[in-house]
Each structure stands twice: as C-alpha cells, then as structure tokens.
C-alpha cells in the first residue's frame, strides 16, 4: 500500500508519506516533513518544514501546522486549528525592514498521543499538549495541557478530565474517575490523571 496524493496537493520531493496516508486537494505538504503510516491531511492542510508526525494523526480541512512541530501517534486536528511557530510576530525588523527566515527563531508545538485539538484552535508555542488531552473548539492554548486534561477557553483553562474514548469522566471520589462510555478508571493524585 502506498500514500495517495491527490492533483491539486502540493508534496516536496523531500517530504516523506508513510503507507495508507492520503493527502487531499489543495494540501501542502513542506520539505523534510515526515508523515506515518494511515494519516490522512485534509483540503487545504499545511504542515510545515520539518514537521514531525505519527501515525494515524487526521489533519482537518485547512488545519496549519507551522514548523517545528511534532504530533504523536493517533493525533487529531480539527478543522481551520492552528499551532503557532513565532513568539513574536512582525513581519519587519524595528528598522521596517522585511524580516527574512535568519530574523526569527521557530518554536514548536508538542502533541502527545490520542490527543485532539478541536475545530479553530489556535496552540501558542512552545507548548505540549499531554496523551489524550482534548483542547476544545475555538480554544486559544497558551500553556502546557497535561495528560487527559480537557481544556476551553480564551485563554485556554482546564475544567475536567477525558478518557481516551473522549468522553468527560465522572469523579468517583477520593480521586478516582470513571469513563461513562468504556467503564475505564482513572487515578488523580497531585493533579496527575492516570489509567488505573
């Protein structure tokens, strides 16, 4: 099985597709990036130089995913989502002139495994967003997310925990949470959520 890239899909040479990934119309996809086995990168998508991914990751129509960062296994961006690159931003230096690529230092957005950044969020490097954490839709994340952590907001504020199965879990009390869909049990000690 080989990755499929449709017409319109813009893929460097030096880019390199893991088998069953599919790119889709209007993607681009940047030089030395690297994809895994079974992604699928939606219309429009871009994935930056370098970029780093897992296997499994879906990339939603028009998601952008700005060098360097690097997405684990299972990772799901939702659509028109954004991981940032520059902390700061201007397109020229303080003499007005045009800031080239040497003008800048890129940082990077982290994404453990299972994670899901909803539909226009925008992650601010550097940042690492946790296994399993779930950033809601239209979040802004500007710190790091832990592990099974759901957060929303402007700025981003974490008000509960998910399960891998995404669902919200229910506290049991004396730190232990329950997942309403599979029944799976969690333990939090010290703000650590972990599988039981």
């Known amino acids: 099985m080989n990755a499929v890239v449709k017409d319109s899909a ?10 069953g990934t599919t790119v889709w119309e209007l993607a681009q996809i940047r030089e030395n990036a690297s ?4 992604c699928i990168v939606g219309r429009g998508a871009y994935v930056g130089t370098g970029c780093q991914l897992g296997n499994n990751v879906k990339l939603q129509n028009h ?18 989502a954004v991981l940032t690159n520059d902390q700061y931003p201007r397109a020229v230096d303080p003499d007005g002139n045009l800031k080239r690529a040497s003008d800048w230092v890129a940082v990077g957005v982290e994404i453990a495994d299972g994670a899901s950044i909803g539909a226009r969020a925008v992650c601010v490097a ?17 710190k790091d997310v832990p592990d099974f952590a759901l ?7 974490q008000i509960g925990w998910v399960g891998k ?4 879990l229910t506290d049991e009390g004396d730190g232990r949470w329950t997942c309403p869909a599979t029944g799976a ?3 939090e000690a010290d703000g650590v959520l972990t599988e039981a």
């Open 151 to 157: 957060v929303l907001g402007v700025p981003a504020r």
């Open 63 to 80: 998601a952008l995913v700005y060098e360097p960062a690097t997405l684990g296994n299972g990772v799901f961006i939702g659509p028109a």
């Open 10 to 19: 813009q893929v460097a040479d030096s880019a390199t597709l893991g088998d």
């Open 126 to 142: 550097p940042l690492k967003i946790g296994r399993w954490a779930m950033v809601a839709a239209g979040a802004v994340v500007a």
């Open 185 to 187: 049990t969690y333990t």
């Open 165 to 168: 199965a995404g669902h919200r």
């Open 35 to 38: 994809l895994g086995t079974g």
